[in-house]
């Protein structure tokens, strides 16, 4: 018996194997794909991602967020001088929703590298602008042991 002729042709497309998901082609798309990899833990992988995004779409506001993004992630990694470049070009073209957690981390960056006139001086700039701000405590905290002889 001769098969059935369906069953001799071949697929049109061959069937996919992976599933590994789409490449992402907006700058939406690359930061919701890095902020999946930092809620499963792959830290290594977002911060590739959000370089990604920040390299193809350098003028997006998701790039934008993705400085604050990135500075955290590499405060974490004790790389603090990389932190602190993405949490100041965050703060050189925004006043938008992040501008609280990108002072924040900027303060945090200078702290670990010892640049503690800085870090004072930002700390008064940031309790000035928010006295009852989220870390307004922690940083009047902060800023009397700068003070502290």
Do not use: C, W
Not at 28 to 42: D, H, I, T, W, Y
Not at 49 to 61: A, D, H, M, V
Not at 63 to 84: I, N, P, T
């Amino acid at each position: 018996t001769e098969p059935a002729p369906e069953d001799t042709e071949a697929p049109a497309e061959p069937a996919m194997t992976s599933r590994r998901p789409a490449t992402p082609r907006t700058a939406e798309e690359l930061l919701e794909q890095a902020q999946r990899q930092v809620s499963q833990g792959r830290r290594s992988a977002a911060i590739s991602t959000y370089e990604r995004l920040i390299g193809r779409f350098p003028q997006s506001s998701e790039a934008l967020a993705a400085r604050v993004s990135l500075g955290r992630l590499e405060l974490d990694r004790g790389h603090a001088k990389q932190a602190l470049a993405h949490f100041d070009a965050y703060l050189a073209r925004s006043a938008g929703a992040l501008v609280e957690e990108a002072r924040y981390g900027r303060i945090r960056a200078l702290r670990q590298l010892g640049r503690n006139e800085q870090e004072l001086r930002s700390i008064e700039a940031f309790l000035a602008d928010n006295p009852d701000g989220l870390y307004a405590a922690r940083l009047r905290k902060r800023a009397e042991e700068l003070r502290a002889p």
